[in-house]
């Protein structure tokens, strides 16, 4: 052990022992936690961005509104609120209020429009115990004291669990404005009365679906606020949203390992169990007993285990087919972990072997995603990509049977958000997924690897599953253990 790290050893313990006698332990240890303070910085981070959209001296206001409430469902935020805040709490709205300042235009850095005044407000629902009965606890938003005008202690508590948690700045907003940061979820169709009618600007994002098909809750929403506010300019920030949400901190990215690292052993334990007459739903139980067992709280999509014919159907997820002997599988599956989806495809023989047309195939697959990984590096545009892996599968005379792109980006959604027209940047993470599909021959290969973008290059994520026929074939066997390649 170099000499350099062996003084930290002891206060590294001491450090546990420390957390374990004050009662916290696990609080601040835990390496996969994303710090509250990070949640912070992306709010300011949109907001600077946002404010190049306003005109010099204007306001602006976003709004981000939580996932409808699905009873029995799991709740999962929408993903846009939970990368601003962090939180999962059903009926809950982020609204950012902020300026740009006049004549800001000259002094402002780097293309940056920064320096303008920024508050945030968080709406909470009002707790309700006989829900909480059957839903267990929620912070609510609280209120303040008569006396003081000071947040009350479920508002104190609220305020502490969400990271809300400044005192609101005396300078702004104006007087007569809320002063958050944490509000009431009741007040705020009065609230955005007084938000809007001074603002020049509302940020909201409603995706306006296709003609003849019925009005979305967010769409709806919109147009109750333009019914409201008539002459507000409104403006899309998904744009800016998905700018940012493409780059992973290392924190994001430690959440990613994580989930790709047990989807990785999941795909082990599929491995070493598939045998003829198994059915494709008992594979598919392997693989989400393994996620639900490391902590992944669900798959990060519906899990696809297509066998034989199926392995030809792109997003087959009946798994209602029984395996035999000389079929090939396409694993598709990915565990969210923390919020964070892995998507890791491997394609398998069942019997354990190859069969040489399958090999040959495999082997077109396996090269044209050799290639499309090799040619990551940033400054690279995202679509060349998919033209390398294209042109590979071209060479090979296989294209009319390459049906799908090669990349999406991967994060808190599987198809995460990101703009596929920018060039690749270290910090972003993304599929690369070729397949050839020959449905009269029930010969369908795909391989996908979970690939983050580096100053150097690329980093294969999912570099713990082999994706060599030889490797694979040995995993299978269970000649290579945990971990093996
Ligand atoms: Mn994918």
């Known amino acids: 052990v170099p000499g350099g790290i062996r003084p930290a050893i002891p206060t590294a313990i001491l450090a546990v022992f420390a957390s374990l006698l004050s009662g916290e332990a696990g609080l601040r240890a835990d390496p996969l936690e994303v710090p509250r303070e990070e949640f912070r910085s992306r709010r300011i981070a949109l907001v600077s961005s946002l404010r190049a959209d306003l005109p010099e001296g204007g306001t602006g206001v976003a709004i981000f509104r939580s996932a409808p409430a699905a009873p029995f469902a799991t709740f999962r935020q929408d993903s846009d609120l939970y990368y601003l805040t962090g939180t999962e ?42 829900e909480e009965r059957w839903t267990g606890p929620r912070p609510g938003a609280g209120g303040l004291r008569p006396e003081t005008l000071e947040p009350d202690e479920e508002r104190n508590k609220a305020m502490q669990v969400t990271g809300f948690d400044r005192p609101p700045d005396p300078d702004y907003p104006p007087r007569n404005y809320p002063k958050g940061p944490v509000e009431r979820a009741s007040d705020l169709s ?27 809750p967010a769409l709806a929403y919109l147009r109750d606020l333009r019914d409201r506010f008539p002459t507000i300019r409104v403006a899309d920030p998904s744009g800016a949203l998905a700018r940012l949400r493409m780059i ?77 002997t000389g079929d090939l599988v396409v694993i598709d599956v990915g565990a969210e972990f923390r919020r964070y989806s892995a998507d890791v495809t491997r394609t398998v023989p069942v019997g354990g ?23 990551i590096r940033p400054g690279v545009p995202f679509t060349e990509i998919h033209k390398v892996a294209r042109k590979a599968i071209e060479e090979a005379g296989y294209l009319a049977y390459f049906l799908h792109g090669t990349s999406h980006f991967l994060g808190l959604d599987v198809h995460d958000a990101g703009d596929t027209g920018a060039e690749l940047r270290a910090g ?30 690329a ?16 995993q299978m066997a269970g000649g290579l253990g945990a971990g093996g390649r």
Request: proline share 6%; glycine share 8%.
């Open 89 to 130: 709490i059903p009926g809950s709205t982020l609204v950012l209020l902020f300026d740009r300042p006049a004549g800001a235009k000259g002094r402002k850095p780097a293309g940056k429009a920064s320096g303008g005044r920024f508050a945030e407000f968080f709406y909470l629902p009002e707790r309700d115990y006989r």
């Open 428 to 457: 972003m993470v993304l599929t690369v997924e070729p397949g050839i599909y020959l449905a009269e021959k029930s010969i369908g290969v795909r391989i996908e690897d979970d690939v983050l973008v580096t100053e150097r290059g």
């Open 459 to 474: 980093e294969i994520l999912s570099d713990c599953l082999p994706r060599d026929p030889a490797a694979v074939e040995m």
């Open 353 to 375: 072997r190859f069969t040489e047309e399958q090999l040959k195939i495999y082997r077109i697959v396996l090269e044209a995603q050799r290639r499309a990984i090799a040619a």
């Open 248 to 324: 992973k901190s290392p924190a994001e990215i430690a959440l990613l390992r994580k989930a790709i690292a047990i989807t990785c052993e999941a795909h082990r334990d599929a491995w070493s169990r598939i045998r003829s007459g198994m059915t494709e739903y008992q594979i598919q139980a392997v693989i989400e007993h393994r996620f639900l067992h490391e902590g992944a709280r669900r798959p990060g999509f519906p899990s696809i285990v297509g066998s034989g014919p199926n392995s030809c159907v792109l997003h087959y997820d009946a798994s209602a087919r029984t395996v035999e």
């Open 190 to 216: 009065a609230h955005l009365r007084i938000f809007l009618r001074g603002a020049d600007v509302l940020f909201f994002a409603a995706d306006p679906g296709s003609p003849g098909e019925a009005l979305s």
